[in-house]
């Protein structure tokens, strides 16, 4: 494996404060973002390929935002992805949305249907889309938690009494935010519901979003970044003092599952040098992180 190795962190001694219990972490440094895409599209195969041979499907929740646009149309257009992920099996949700329309410049979906899902035949994939132009958020909000539960229940897809995902797309604002769960904002605190309108005041709206217990039961996060943008809260969250921040990407503790920090080597400029040298890796390698 051309790969150079990678620091997986076992429970305990990760750098995210906080103890994470049958769960790894795994801190992944691409050269960029070309590099970023194909190691996140091979393992994107990898899981979707295993799960519909374990479970007949694939349960993936997808990130908004810009830094995954690339790796959906990657998926999508590319010959030898387009070919190996199987389509038909795979179920696609979302890991949070704005209050708009589906054809918004601002929809989440939007921005996943253009990149991936218009470039596949019509009918082929299965979309569970959060309907963001509903007038109350917290109606979306729960439309979103019913329609999981028709889901996840019937198909035996649950743990603990959640939802247990195949894989999780996550990305990471420069506040710290994922998904939709931003700083001081209420759905940090719940516990039970797996869908919420979480009022963001300093976006003067209430985006919909999956919770933490959602998050956390998953098989596998990926927490992707790219940019120099990023460098400072990746090394906030990451770096040696990052036990004293508690950014709400940090209270991503999967229960029983691996999460993967994917960043470019512009996000992780700020990480120890020594850190860098030891994860990163070039496109070739890249070619084999299926
Ligand atoms: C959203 C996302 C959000 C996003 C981060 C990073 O709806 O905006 O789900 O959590 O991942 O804000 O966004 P960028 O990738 O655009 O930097």
């Not at 030898?80 to 054809?103: C, I, L, M, N």
């Not at 249907?113 to 218009?118: G, P």
């Amino acid at each position: 494996m051309a790969i150079s190795p990678t620091a997986q962190i076992k429970s305990g001694a990760s750098p995210d404060a906080g103890p994470e219990v049958g769960s790894s972490i795994r801190v992944e440094i691409f050269a960029d973002a070309v590099a970023q895409d194909m190691a996140i599209a091979h393992l994107f195969v990898r899981l979707a390929q295993e799960a519909v041979v374990r479970r007949g499907r694939f349960t993936v929740a997808l990130s908004g935002g810009s830094t995954p646009k690339g790796l959906y149309a990657l998926l999508a257009t590319d010959r030898h992805f387009r070919a190996s992920v199987p389509w038909s099996k795979t179920e696609f949700f979302f890991g949070d949305e704005r209050p708009v329309p589906p054809d918004h410049a601002e929809s989440n979906y939007g921005m996943v249907k253009a990149a991936m899902f218009a470039q596949l035949p019509a009918g082929l994939v299965h979309v569970h889309r959060i309907s963001g132009e509903r007038p109350d958020p917290g109606e979306a909000a729960a439309r979103y938690e019913a329609d999981l539960r028709d889901f996840f229940g019937p198909h035996g897809l649950m743990e603990a009494g959640f939802p247990r995902f195949d894989l999780i797309l996550l990305g990471l604002g420069l506040d710290g935010h994922t998904a939709s769960l931003f700083p001081d904002s209420p759905a940090l605190r719940e516990s039970e519901r797996w869908v919420v309108a979480n009022r963001v005041d300093r976006l003067n709206c209430s985006r919909i979003t999956l919770t933490f217990p959602v998050l956390n039961n998953a098989r596998e996060v990926v927490l992707l970044a790219g940019g120099t943008a990023k460098a400072a809260i990746v090394a906030a969250v990451l770096g040696q003092d990052a036990a004293a921040s508690i950014y709400p990407v940090q209270r991503v503790k999967l229960t029983n599952g691996t999460k993967r920090w994917m960043l470019d080597r512009a996000a992780a400029a700020q990480l120890g040098a020594g850190e860098i040298a030891a994860h990163t890796t070039t496109p070739e390698a890249a070619e084999n992180t299926g």
